[in-house]
């Protein structure tokens, strides 16, 4: 489903964070949106998925305008770094759950649970509890439990900031993989370049508050149109 931002505005205390952001992200494409800490990528995350209330401007999932739609009515699948599993429920529950919130039967959650566990390839580990499993493991789950609803966007901030070197590219292709094969429109949300460019359809560079350029990866590291952009593509003039 494609995602707009309109004149996406956001204050803290009185502090304009963002000033008027306007941004589509195309129906199935995956959008990076980089950027130095503090240039509020996160903030622009939390406003689509209804964590922050909007300051000014409006977010549009297709033709819907959801600006003032609480978090359980957007239909978003999220992975955070620090949003954790549920450490006393085994994998099968942890992905089951937003379901039995759903009120699904069980025969329809069995199903379902098990076509996301196959997709992510977690399906023999149903039974361990989250502490049984490695970084790479716990990250699968917490996909599986993001798509598991089938949402309209999955939601990704710094989703590799906590595993290893070798864990972190295994598991830049396996999302990239998982975001094809559904099809999902999805946002990364990276302060790190490689992973933008080697992940991503498009990229949306931002700077204390703005996005600079947005660009596929290649154009954007043979035409970067200003210095900031080159530099932090590491590609400096
Ligand atoms: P990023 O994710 O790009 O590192 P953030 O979106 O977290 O950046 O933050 C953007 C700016 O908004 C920063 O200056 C940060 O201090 C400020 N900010 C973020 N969340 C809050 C908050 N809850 N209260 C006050 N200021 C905030
Ligand atoms: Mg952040």
């Known amino acids: 489903?494609?995602?707009?931002?309109?004149?996406?505005?956001?204050?803290f205390d009185g502090n304009t964070v963002i000033d008027r952001m306007n941004l589509t992200v195309r129906d199935g494409?995956?959008?990076?949106?980089?950027?130095?800490?503090?240039?509020g990528k996160s903030t622009t995350l939390f406003?689509?998925?209804?964590?922050h209330?909007?300051?000014?401007?409006q977010i549009l999932f297709g033709e819907r305008d959801?600006?003032?739609?609480?978090?359980?009515?957007?239909?978003v699948g999220v992975v955070f770094q620090n949003y954790a599993l549920y450490p006393h429920m085994s994998v099968f529950d942890n992905i089951a759950f937003p379901l039995k919130?759903?009120?699904?039967?069980?025969?329809?959650?069995?199903?379902?649970?098990?076509?996301?566990?196959?997709l992510t390839h977690i399906a023999e580990l149903l039974g361990r509890r989250p502490g049984q499993l490695s970084?790479?493991?716990?990250?699968?789950v917490a996909l599986a439990r993001a798509l598991v609803r089938k949402p309209?966007?999955?939601?990704?901030d710094e989703p590799l900031a906590n595993l290893d070197a070798k864990l972190r590219l295994e598991m830049r292709s396996e999302i990239r993989r998982i975001q094809l094969e559904t099809g999902i429109t999805a946002i990364l949300v990276t302060h790190d370049q490689v992973e933008a460019m080697s992940m991503c359809d498009r990229i949306a560079i931002m700077k204390g508050g703005q996005i600079l350029q947005i660009d596929a990866p290649k154009d954007m590291y043979h035409n970067p149109r200003t210095s900031f952009v080159a530099g932090f593509l590491g590609n400096p003039p």
């Open 29 to 39: 494409e995956m959008l990076a949106l980089l950027g130095p800490s503090g240039c």
């Open 135 to 140: 970084g790479g493991q716990q990250q699968r």
């Open 101 to 118: 919130v759903r009120n699904d039967s069980k025969a329809d959650i069995a199903r379902d649970v098990r076509t996301i566990a196959e």
């Open 152 to 156: 309209d966007v999955l939601l990704l």
């Open 53 to 57: 209330r909007v300051n000014g401007g």
């Open 1 to 11: 489903m494609q995602i707009v931002l309109k004149d996406f505005t956001k204050t």
């Open 66 to 75: 959801v600006s003032n739609m609480p978090s359980q009515q957007r239909n």
């Open 47 to 51: 406003a689509i998925c209804g964590i």
